[in-house]
T-cell receptor, first 111, second 110 residues
């Protein structure tokens, strides 16, 4: 089983739609979780951290479900500029605090 | 503003050449990383360093080495480039949990 798994997509949605991505992780001892955004041919950038109580930043909401070992990202009122690949990232909490990146979920928002 | 720079955006090398990829960060971070990113495989950790002159192997260190002589600089070395090392190489430095990435070097080995 992969340490971090994501549906690669693509998710094709119209502007204004709500879309959600899930990500599962294998290490139950993981403590920190993140969503990064990567635009085509660009470097990944931190979108938001995921806290136990959930985290909301404008149109973006991240949730953590420890019992089922998954995190989610919800995007409301999708914009064309939201088109990107969203990387799920987990701190495996092993020794060096290694971050493990999922392969990403591609989102395409169309007019 | 946080900044991680990489020496080249695009690089073309021949099989067997020695290749140096340089990364510099201006944030005084102790932790630095080298990844490669390939379609369908995501980011894979090659090497990381948690202090000057300290280095640790990541998940795919074979065929690579690194150097960290100064805190701000972390170099990735391909001793003898091979075609299967054609990839996007991303350097990152880390504060707490957030990693800051450089713009990447797209390396093609022919």
């Amino acid at each position: 089983r992969k340490e971090v798994e994501q549906d690669p997509g693509p998710f094709n949605v119209p502007e204004g739609a709500t879309v959600a991505f899930n990500c599962t992780y294998s290490n139950s001892a993981s403590q920190s979780f993140f969503w990064y955004r990567q635009d085509c041919r660009k470097e990944p950038k931190l979108l938001m951290s995921v806290y136990s109580s959930g985290n909301e930043d404008g149109r973006f909401t991240a949730q953590l479900n420890r019992a089922s070992q998954y995190i989610s990202l919800l995007i409301r009122d999708s914009k064309l500029s939201d088109s990107a690949t969203y990387l799920c990232v987990v701190n495996m909490n092993t020794g060096f605090q290694k971050l493990v990146f999922g392969t990403g979920t591609r989102l395409l928002v169309s007019p | 503003d946080v900044k991680v720079t990489q020496s080249s955006r695009y690089l073309v090398k021949r099989t067997g050449e020695k290749v140096f990829l340089e990364c510099v960060q201006d944030m005084d971070h102790e932790n630095m990383f080298w990844y490669r990113q390939d379609p369908g495989l995501g980011l894979r950790l090659i090497y990381f360093s948690y202090d000057v002159k300290m280095k640790e192997k990541g998940d795919i260190p074979e065929g690579y080495s690194v150097s960290r002589e100064k805190k701000e600089r972390f170099s990735l070395i391909l001793e003898s480039a091979s075609t299967n090392q054609t990839s996007m190489y991303l350097c990152a430095s880390k504060a707490w949990d957030e990693q800051y990435f450089g713009p990447g070097t797209r390396l093609t080995v022919t």
